[in-house]
Nanobody, 120 residues
Framework: QVQLVESGGGLAQAGESLTLSCEAS????????MAWHRRAPGKQRELVAT???????TYTDSVKGRFNISRENAENTVYLQMNSLKTDDTAVYYC??????????????WGRGTQVTVSS
């Protein structure tokens, strides 16, 4: 069984910073791509940022230059550093990981989400 556990959400004022963390644990052979998604109230889930095992990253346009995704492979952890937060960043943030299991198959795993609320 594999679990993803997010932490670091909370309240922030516009312009402030927050850092999210997500640690994977369980029967893991390798963690391939990792990502952060978010779902704002009344909106569909949105892909925020991705990172490959080698560290290549992508970002949705609305967070480019403000957010930074990184990972610590030795600790099975992915981070999302969020700077210059805006009220539009208010959402539940979900961690995602593409994980190879002992059966040599790849599976998608999701965390339960962490709330980020940005006030003006």
């Amino acid at each position: 069984q594999v679990q993803l556990v997010e932490s670091g959400g909370g309240l922030a004022q516009a312009g402030e910073s927050l850092t999210l963390s997500c640690e994977a644990s369980g029967r893991i052979i390798a963690i391939n791509a990792m990502a952060w998604h978010r779902r704002a109230p009344g909106k569909q889930r949105e892909l925020v940022a991705t990172i490959t095992f080698e560290g290549r990253t992508t970002y949705t346009d609305s967070v480019k230059g403000r957010f930074n995704i990184s990972r610590e492979n030795a600790e099975n952890t992915v981070y999302l550093q969020m700077n210059s937060l805006k009220t539009d960043d208010t959402a539940v943030y979900y961690c995602y990981a593409d994980i190879s299991g002992y059966d040599q198959s790849e599976y998608d795993y999701w965390g339960r989400g962490t709330q980020v609320t940005v006030s003006s």
